[in-house]
T-cell receptor, first 113, second 112 residues
Framework: ETGVTQTPRHLVMGMTNKKSLKCEQH?????MYWYKQSAKKPLELMFV???????ENNSVPSRFSPECPNSSHLFLHLHTLQPEDSALYLC????????????FGPGTRLLVL | QKEVEQNSGPLSVPEGAIASLNCTYS??????FFWYRQYSGKSPELIMF????GDKEDGRFTAQLNKASQYVSLLIRDSQPSDSATYLC????????????FGKGTRLHILP
């Protein structure tokens, strides 16, 4: 596979469920990102990892827990979500410090019931 | 959190005309500026980026920066129906090369 892949592409979960989103990049990048995209709102940066170290946590609620085991993989663990967390979750990767190389995955469409 | 502002549109432009998209930013120290295109149901893709030292042209696209007024624009010449999409402006905050902040985007509709 090439580029940035995300699984699953669609997810429906109840508020008491625990699920994880997975992202994998095949571009040789060393920075990875999680974004949230909701209708009528700007694309919101959630977390940034540079060389597997978290450099940004944009005041994200603790019910979202990121994990970056290596520079190619990024996870977002979800538990006890709220309906307002329903959104498109986008993963991206780039060369660290070079935002012009940032490349997005296709996203996971999440619906919380 | 510093802001990036865009008119949400829709902006309707006849095919073949010039589409002009604008974006204002509040962080005067920003040094890098990006334009992404997002088709409905797809993820954003980078189409242009410029640094604070000047404008840039790439094919039908031109990105222009006005630092004094803190706005950046994207011009699309000879607009095509395939240019119909949402255009997201993004900015590097000062002293942070590890993140960019996005605007809400402007929806562009090219009229055949």
């Amino acid at each position: 596979e090439t580029g940035v892949t995300q699984t699953p592409r669609h997810l429906v979960m109840g508020m008491t469920n625990k699920k994880s989103l997975k992202c994998e990049q095949h571009l040789g990048h060393n920075a990875m990102y999680w974004y949230k995209q909701s209708a009528k709102k700007p694309l919101e940066l959630m977390f940034v990892y540079n060389f597997k170290e978290q450099t940004e946590n944009n005041s994200v609620p603790s019910r979202f827990s990121p994990e970056c085991p290596n520079s190619s993989h990024l996870f977002l663990h979800l538990h006890t979500l709220q309906p307002e967390d329903s959104a498109l979750y986008l993963c991206a990767s780039s060369q660290a410090g070079r935002q012009e190389t940032q490349y997005f995955g296709p996203g996971t469409r999440l619906l919380v019931l | 959190q510093k802001e990036v502002e865009q008119n949400s549109g829709p902006l309707s432009v006849p095919e073949g005309a010039i589409a002009s998209l604008n974006c204002t930013y509040s962080d005067r120290g920003s040094q890098s500026f990006f334009w992404y295109r997002q088709y409905s149901g797809k993820s954003p893709e980078l189409i242009m980026f410029i640094y604070s030292n000047g404008d840039k042209e790439d094919g039908r696209f031109t990105a222009q920066l006005n630092k004094a007024s803190q706005y950046v624009s994207l011009l699309i010449r000879d607009s095509q129906p395939s240019d119909s999409a949402t255009y997201l402006c993004a900015v590097n905050p000062m002293n942070r090369d590890d993140k960019i902040i996005f605007g809400k985007g402007t929806r562009l509709h090219i009229l055949p």
